[in-house]
């Protein structure tokens, strides 16, 4: 047997919660449908909708700084464009976030939330077309709109080597994959990979930060992965970020080889 998708998540806010996809339809140059469609921008941003650029995580509340986000759960209909956000079961807030009141709502939520001054006066963005991609476009890309894979024999690896287990979803990735050994994914770079019939073509390895050491299930602090990374294998790597090619739909189950 071959590697095979195990998941696919789309995280509709940038630094909130993942939604699990049996399938999707993937377009040539485009990140998955909904992925990072929004973002929840720092008082300080400085962001143009009608001219969207690239800008750091550092700019909008995010899980590297914002821990206490992962104690909520958030899901978006891209039907109503109503996001529910729940605390242990019990929804706290349902609003139609891209009505500018409901935005105004969402954002006034997590500000109370957070209770950080700093951050200034919270407000919902979004530019029709652009996705709040953690990482910039790559020299090598033809587009700043990625899939990001992992390998979850290099997530195994890395439990072994510091002695715990590591929830996938500390990585926040788009598609997980199992059946390929440790680390064989970075040999991807620079190669078409297939999803099933789909088609992309591997552009970089992705560096972690500090954001991988928040529980998504706690909201603790409580495993130093990047460190653990540096340690034991000399690289704070894990999975790559890959250009669709070719679309079509992938679904799990799917095989994934760099032929």
């Not at 590697?3 to 919660?17: E, F, M, Q």
Request: glycine letters at 8%; proline letters at 6%.
């Amino acid at each position: 047997m071959g590697a095979a998708i195990t998941d696919i998540y789309r995280y509709p806010v940038k630094g909130l919660s993942p939604e699990r996809l049996d399938r999707v339809s993937l377009a040539p140059r485009e990140c998955l449908p909904q992925d990072r469609r929004f973002a929840i921008a720092l008082g300080s941003t400085v962001f143009d909708p009608h001219e969207p650029k690239w800008l750091p995580k550092t700019q909008f509340i995010m899980l590297m700084r914002d821990e206490k986000l992962a104690q909520l759960q958030t899901a978006f209909d891209p039907d109503s464009e109503i996001l529910t956000v729940a605390q242990n079961g019990a929804v706290l807030l349902r609003e139609r976030i891209t009505r500018e009141d409901g935005a105004r709502r969402i954002a006034a939520f997590y500000a109370d939330f957070l209770g950080d001054p700093t951050k200034g006066m919270l407000r919902v963005v979004e530019a029709p077309g652009h996705a709040f991609a953690d990482a910039r476009r790559k020299p090598n890309a033809t587009t700043d709109k990625y899939v990001s894979l992992i390998n979850r024999g290099s997530i195994r690896a890395l439990e072994a080597a510091i002695g715990a287990p590591v929830d996938p979803l500390r990585f926040r990735a788009n598609v997980y994959f199992d059946g390929a050994a440790p680390w064989s994914e970075l040999d991807w770079l620079g190669r078409d990979i297939a999803l099933g019939e789909v088609r992309l073509h591997g552009i970089s390895a992705i560096t972690r930060c500090a954001a991988t050491e928040v529980n998504p299930t706690t909201a603790q602090r409580d495993l130093e992965i990047v460190a653990g990374l540096q340690r034991h294998f000399s690289h704070n790597l894990m999975g790559i970020y890959a250009e669709v090619v070719t679309g079509g739909d992938i679904a799990l189950g799917d095989t994934v080889a760099a032929p």
